[in-house]
């Protein structure tokens, strides 16, 4: 079921407002400055609400999207990597206190804050992860947010976690947008902000929760206006700006929000427990190869009772939209994901994808005009590997680039 944030009041009993398609970017001081509260109940919108919701607050509450079973199959597949790559045996990670790519290829002294590529052919439980990124029922809701029938014209773009730093410090990142610079102008933010979030979304951008998560602090409607003087002169790491909320997921809880809302990130230190051993070789039953190292270190156990449910382990993706190359080419291949897409063996025929119709899509509105989601999830993989080839190819020089520094 979806959460309809479209309804969500105001604490002073006002209803927030969105621009229509004929208005412009707003300045900071037409908008109101009242903190907005999270919705406590569920509700279930039809698709064009769904995507109301997401271009008024920025952001769009799905709760129960895995099931309790898939929620325990990719939880175990998170710790595994997890552990692999704060081992140094997983090069693609993000590394604490880093916020923006590129990151070296190693845990630092700090550790790590999330792992890198969760489709790359060499990854362990590639196929699980990949099985997740490729379901209908999550297809089905960004076909809805993108308005489009069916995912012909989706883009494969990036499959990551996000976990508790795994140096046992706690970490934050500072307020931003994901693909507009803080020094802009107002009226250079105005523009870009009307051109890299419309209010017809080019992407869908998302984070699925494993465990409880409460990382994500959002400005809601922030993504359709320029800063505010406070926002502008606040430090980076202020704790609180005004009208910020935390987003709180339980497990299988999904949010997606644009990418260009103002927010940060909050992670909590990681809690000590016992490490399992890690096996590189376990790829679904096929040997390990060349792109994992192994060399025998793990997390310091503890004297607790090594339940780390407490942990962060979020799933991060994003989709495209086939025809905006160029720009959306640099913000994904900023990440690395050209240099293993083409490999012989990153293909997903093969791989054991199916596509559950008992438990893909569920029996509200969308399905109906999702009809065409039924087809083999395999192809619908390896059509939108092809178009993220394609939108690399197309990007050419203006592919390269970071978006922020830091």
């Not at 604490?11 to 900071?28: C, E, L, R, V």
């Not at 060399?295 to 780390?308: E, F, Q, R, S």
């Amino acid at each position: 079921m979806y959460v309809n944030n479209r309804d969500r009041k105001l604490q002073d009993g006002q209803t927030s407002s969105h621009p229509t398609k004929n208005q412009s970017i707003p300045s900071a001081s037409t908008l109101p400055s009242t903190p907005l509260t999270q919705p406590q109940s569920p509700q279930t919108p039809t698709p064009s609400s769904l995507l109301a919701s997401l271009r008024q607050d920025g952001f769009v509450l799905i709760p129960s999207l895995l099931n309790p079973t898939e929620i325990s199959t990719l939880l175990s597949a998170a710790r595994s990597v997890t552990d692999l790559a704060s081992s140094g045996s997983w090069p693609h990670i993000r590394t604490v206190p880093k916020q923006f790519p590129p990151w070296p290829p190693s845990p630092t002294p700090a550790g790590i804050w999330g792992v890198q590529h969760l489709l790359h052919p060499s990854i362990p439980h590639r196929r699980a992860f990949a099985s997740t990124y490729f379901h209908s029922k999550l297809l089905s809701r960004i076909c809805a947010l993108l308005s489009i029938p069916n995912p012909d014209s989706l883009v494969m773009e990036l499959f990551n976690l996000l976990v508790s730093p795994t140096g046992f410090d706690s970490f934050s990142l500072t307020w931003h947008r994901d693909d507009i610079r803080p020094d802009l102008s107002p009226e250079a933010e105005a523009a870009e902000l009307a051109a890299k979030s419309p209010l017809q979304p080019l992407h869908a951008q998302y984070n699925i929760a494993l465990t409880p998560d409460d990382s994500l602090v959002v400005i809601p409607g922030s993504h359709r206006r320029v800063r505010t003087d406070e926002e502008r002169s606040a430090d980076p790491y202020a704790e609180h700006l005004t009208g910020q909320i935390t987003v709180k997921l339980n497990p299988g809880d999904a949010v997606f929000y644009d990418s260009n809302i103002l927010h940060r990130g909050v992670y909590k230190a990681k809690k000590r427990r016992p490490s399992p051993s890690v096996d590189p070789s376990d790829r679904n039953g096929e040997a390990a190869n060349s792109d994992i190292k192994t060399n025998g270190n793990h997390l310091t156990p503890d004297d607790g009772d090594g339940d780390d449910t407490a942990d962060r382990y979020t799933l991060h993706g994003s989709v495209g939209l086939v025809g905006h190359g160029a720009e959306r080419a640099r913000q994904v291949l900023q990440h690395a994901v050209g240099e293993w897409i083409e490999r012989e063996d990153a293909g997903f025929k093969g791989l054991g994808l199916r596509l559950d119709s008992d438990s893909a899509a569920d029996s509200d509105s969308d399905s109906d005009e999702n009809a065409d989601l039924t087809n083999d999830v395999e192809e619908v993989a390896e059509g939108m590997r092809a178009r993220l080839i394609a939108m690399g190819r197309s990007g050419g020089e203006n592919g390269a680039g970071y978006s922020l520094e830091g």
